[in-house]
């Protein structure tokens, strides 16, 4: 018998949920909010939309097909099969939060409120679930690869994302490292270094590549192409402020090795509770990941 397909729908808690778990009643949250001028009307609305989505979703899931319901706090512990169809319910970020765990399984992203939400990597109504499953399962998808990028540190431990990564200190001290690539090496104390992807030039990067006025191209989400951005390098007798930007393509990698006692740190597309510790003499290397996020566009 063959065997149903797996359903993996990944969500996040609302704005609305995450005031009742703070406050403890829908009155307390409202008291609270009032009491500064805010209401709490516009966010229960936002709350009703993902809900009624997610029921629409799940109601068009037929029978017979496995289902499971993700936390984004919960993806680091779940294990997806390689056969796994994955839905995305919730804002842009949900998808890049949720990349790095898969392995080329294809993401179907539903926005299930347009009026808050840009939709680029959530770019489908509700209402369209079971259509894209099915052309998901049949292989009649279009599938967009959208590059990552990989950090791999000298005692095996891997980290991966969607839009960028960044070394450094996990405050605003300063960031000491040594940086190479290719026969260039450099010693810096910096705000840290940023190396990000296609989808990752239209966020952090792009507002470094502004303000530095550079001529570096930014890559495209499909190209097989990062950008390292090394943020507001501090020129001094022991650091140097040459290698500060570079474009790594295939079979490319940029080292930095840790000068820092404490808190250095690797992390993800802005998750800095799920990260790599990067103390002093941990060498890390970027380059390209090895697998791509496969995601259905239409």
Same mark, same amino acid.
């Given at each position: 018998?063959?065997?149903?397909?797996?359903?993996?729908?990944?969500?996040?808690?609302?704005?609305?949920?995450?005031?009742?778990?703070?406050?403890?009643?829908?009155?307390? /949250?409202?008291?609270?909010?009032?009491?500064? #001028?805010?209401?709490?009307?516009?966010?229960?609305?936002?709350?009703?939309?993902? *809900? *009624?989505?997610?029921?629409?979703?799940?109601?068009?899931?037929?029978?017979?097909?496995?289902?499971?319901?993700?936390?984004?706090?919960?993806?680091?512990?779940?294990?997806?099969?390689?056969?796994?169809?994955? &839905?995305? !319910?919730?804002?842009?970020?949900?998808?890049?939060?949720? /990349?790095?765990?898969?392995?080329?399984?294809?993401?179907? #992203?539903?926005?299930?409120?347009?009026? $808050?939400?840009?939709?680029?990597?959530?770019? +489908?109504?509700?209402?369209?679930?079971?259509?894209?499953?099915?052309?998901?399962?049949?292989?009649?998808?279009?599938?967009?690869?959208?590059?990552?990028?990989?950090?791999? !540190?000298?005692?095996?431990?891997?980290?991966?994302?969607?839009?960028?990564?960044? !070394?450094?200190?996990?405050? +605003?001290?300063?960031?000491?490292?040594?940086?190479?690539?290719?026969?260039?090496?450099?010693?810096?104390? $910096? $705000? #840290?270094?940023?190396?990000?992807? #296609?989808?990752?030039?239209?966020?952090?990067?792009?507002?470094?590549?502004?303000?530095?006025?550079?001529?570096?191209?930014?890559?495209?989400?499909?190209?097989?192409?990062?950008?390292?951005?090394?943020?507001?390098?501090?020129? $001094?007798?022991?650091?140097?402020?040459?290698?500060?930007?570079?474009?790594?393509?295939?079979?490319?990698?940029?080292?930095?090795?840790?000068?820092?006692?404490? *808190?250095?740190?690797?992390?993800?597309?802005?998750?800095?509770?799920?990260?790599?510790?990067?103390?002093?003499? *941990?060498?890390?290397?970027?380059?390209?990941?090895?697998?791509?996020? /496969?995601? &259905?566009?239409?």
């Amino acid at each position: 018998m063959t065997l149903q397909p797996r359903i993996v729908l990944v969500y996040r808690d609302t704005e609305y949920v995450q005031l009742l778990a703070r406050h403890g009643t829908r009155q307390q /949250a409202a008291f609270f909010l009032e009491s500064r #001028g805010q209401e709490l009307g516009p966010i229960l609305e936002r709350h009703e939309r993902f *809900r *009624r989505a997610r029921g629409e979703v799940l109601g068009q899931l037929p029978v017979a097909w496995r289902r499971t319901e993700v936390h984004r706090d919960d993806l680091d512990r779940f294990l997806f099969a390689p056969d796994d169809l994955v &839905v995305a !319910l919730g804002q842009d970020g949900l998808v890049a939060n949720l /990349a790095k765990y898969l392995e080329g399984q294809p993401v179907i #992203g539903l926005n299930p409120d347009p009026q $808050s939400y840009e939709g680029v990597l959530v770019p +489908h109504a509700p209402d369209r679930a079971l259509e894209l499953l099915n052309a998901a399962l049949e292989g009649r998808a279009r599938i967009q690869q959208r590059t990552m990028v990989e950090v791999t !540190l000298d005692d095996g431990q891997r980290l991966r994302a969607l839009n960028e990564v960044y !070394l450094g200190h996990q405050t +605003h001290q300063s960031s000491r490292y040594a940086i190479e690539l290719g026969e260039a090496r450099e010693v810096h104390s $910096s $705000s #840290g270094v940023i190396v990000a992807t #296609g989808t990752g030039s239209t966020g952090w990067a792009k507002s470094i590549h502004r303000q530095r006025r550079t001529e570096l191209e930014l890559p495209q989400p499909e190209d097989d192409a990062l950008v390292a951005f090394v943020r507001e390098a501090w020129p $001094s007798v022991a650091s140097g402020t040459e290698l500060t930007e570079a474009a790594l393509g295939p079979g490319e990698a940029l080292t930095i090795t840790s000068r820092m006692n404490d *808190r250095g740190v690797v992390f993800g597309d802005g998750i800095e509770d799920d990260r790599l510790e990067f103390g002093w003499g *941990r060498v890390a290397t970027v380059r390209l990941a090895p697998v791509k996020l /496969a995601l &259905v566009i239409g």
